[in-house]
C-alpha cells in the first residue's frame, strides 16, 4: 500500500504537494509519532526503599500506608512534579499533601521514629552487640533475643514483656494500658481482642520495635482524635515513616498577635487539665516539653504534636510493675537512650509536674510582652509563682487558676478561631 502510494505521489505536478504526501505517508517514523492510538506514558515517581526504611522491615513501624506513597497518593510539599528528586533521608520530619479521590489534598507531617542518623547507630547497635559484625539482617538477630522469643510465646501483652523499655509510656504499665494496645494496634486488620493471636510473628516484631524506639505512633492509635483525645489522626506508616495529619509547632506563634497567644495558653492549660483528669482515669505527665511539643491545626485548634515524651500512670489499676523490675534492660532498652540512662520512679510523679514544666519552657515565651500593663505584670506573676511551685502544689493550682481568669476576657470571638466560631457568640464558654 505505501509503495503504491509512493508511485502515485510520483505523478503529483504541485512539488509542495509531493512533499507532503511522502512526508505523511512514505515515512514509518513521522506516521508513527502522529498515532492517536499509542497509550500517554504518565510521568512516574521513584521511591527507594532505603529513602522509606522498607529494607529495614520488620524492624519498622509498619506498611499500612505504603500503596498510598507508590500511587502518588502522598506527595510531599517540595515534590510535586516528575523532575524534581526525594527530599533529603537526614530530616526528621517534612510536610506533606494527602488524597484519597486525586482531587481534594489535605496537609499531613510525615515524620520519622527518630533520626535517620540515630537509627542508623541503633542498627548498627544491634549487630555489633548480638551478632559482632558491623552489619546484619536486623529482623533475624532481634528474633534470636530472649525479650522477643518471650513476646513469640505469649497470649497477651503483660508487663513483664516491656519491662526496661525506655518509653515514658511504659515506666509504670497497667494491664488495662496494655490490653488497650493491644487492640487498637492499627497496623493489624482490627480484632477487637486483648490477645494477640491475630498478630503474626512479623506484627509482633514491628510492636515491640516501635514501642522500643519512639511510641509516639501508638499514643495517637490508642487514643484517637475521634474520641476527643488531643493528638493528631494517625494515617499510618510505611517502613520507618509515620503519616499523621498536619499541625504547625507552636514556636511559630510567639510572635503572634496578644488575642492569639492568650487564646492559645489558654488551650494550652485545657490539655493539661484533661490529660491529668478523663473519664478513662489515665494520668497523663511529659518528661520533657519543648516549642515542638504542641501544635496548632489550621482552624485553631491547639494539640500535642509530639507524643514521644508522654508517660501514663493508671490511676484505676495503678502501676503492674514495681520500680525494682523497670532496670532489667537488653539491646530494645538501648535502641535510641544510653543504655546507663536511670528510669524515673512512678511514685516520684506528682499532678503539678506538667503544669510546672510548661510555665518554665512554654508559657513566657508565648505571653512575654504581649499585654498592657498592669496586666501583663499580674501575667508574669503568676507564670513565676506556677514555675517555681516543685514544693507547693495548691500554689500551682491558685496560680493557674488567676492566669486563666485574666487571659479569658483577652482572647477574641471571631474567624480566625474557627474552632470555636461562630459557638463562641452565643456562649458563656467562651
Partial sequence: MGRWICCLCSRVADPLMLLLVLALSCSPSIAAATSPSLPHIKPSYSFGRTFLGLDKCNACIGTSICKKFFKEEIRFDTWLSSH??????YLLSYSGNYTDDAKSWRLVDITRLTSKYQHDRADKRIC?????TKTCSLERALR???RFQKWLRAKRLTPDLVQGLSSPMLRCPSQRLLDRIVRRYAEVPDAGSIYMDHLTDRDKLRLLYTLAVNSHPILLQIFPDVEGWPFPRYLGSCGRLLVSASTQPLRDFYSAAPEVAADLALQLLAVLRSM???DLNYFFYFTHVDAGTFGVFSNGHLFIRDASTLG??????GSQLIDGQQEHKDIFSC???DCQSAFVSCDSIREKHSL?????ELLPKLLQGKFLQPVQEKIDSFLQHCASGLTDDQGVNEAIAKLAEILKPLRSCDSRFAYRYPDCKYSDKY
Fill in 84 to 89: 524534581l528528586k526525594l527530599p533529603p533521608s
Fill in 128 to 132: 555489633t552487640s548480638l551478632l559482632k
Fill in 144 to 146: 534470636r533475643t530472649q
Fill in 276 to 278: 491529668g483528669t478523663n
Fill in 312 to 317: 501514663i500512670i493508671d490511676k484505676e489499676e
Fill in 335 to 337: 535502641l535510641t537512650v
Fill in 356 to 360: 510546672v514544666m510548661v510555665c518554665q
